[in-house]
């Protein structure tokens, strides 16, 4: 599986931005979907994730109530809509497939290239 993440760029905190992240292969459904960040001298951090049926969404506590994953099979293609961004979440983000349902990082077999994500006060 390739993924190809995109949709980053600078908004204005309060603001919105969607990502998206196209994947390559015929297995896309077979995959549970996730979001990490990583921002600038800290470690990469889990944002949310997504069943390979869509049905299941699990989030950060940081995120919850402001992010929403998605995803179109049809499409190959997962979605992170964010809204009310804050300055904090200013990082790079990348998207990344797992077999199992999981918040860890160490378990999802491929990554995106990551987009960033620049939220000003």
């Known amino acids: 599986v390739q993924l190809q993440a995109s949709g980053g760029g600078l908004v204005q905190a309060g603001g919105s931005l969607r990502l998206s992240c196209a994947a390559s292969?015929?297995?896309?459904?077979?995959?549970?979907l996730g979001w990490f960040r990583q921002a600038p001298g800290k470690e990469r951090a889990f944002v949310a994730t997504?069943?390979?049926?869509?049905?299941?969404?699990y989030y950060a506590d940081s995120v919850k109530g402001r992010f929403t994953i998605s995803r179109d099979n049809a499409k190959n293609t997962v979605y992170l809509q964010m809204n009310s961004l804050k300055p904090e979440d200013t990082a790079v983000y990348y998207c990344?497939?797992?077999?199992?349902?999981?918040?860890?990082?160490?378990?999802?077999?491929?990554w995106g290239q990551g987009t960033q994500v620049t939220v000003s006060s």
């Open positions: 990344a497939a797992s077999t199992p349902f999981t918040r860890t990082a160490t378990q999802y077999d491929y």
């Open positions: 292969g015929r297995t896309f459904s077979r995959y549970a």
């Open positions: 997504i069943t390979g049926t869509g049905v299941t969404t």
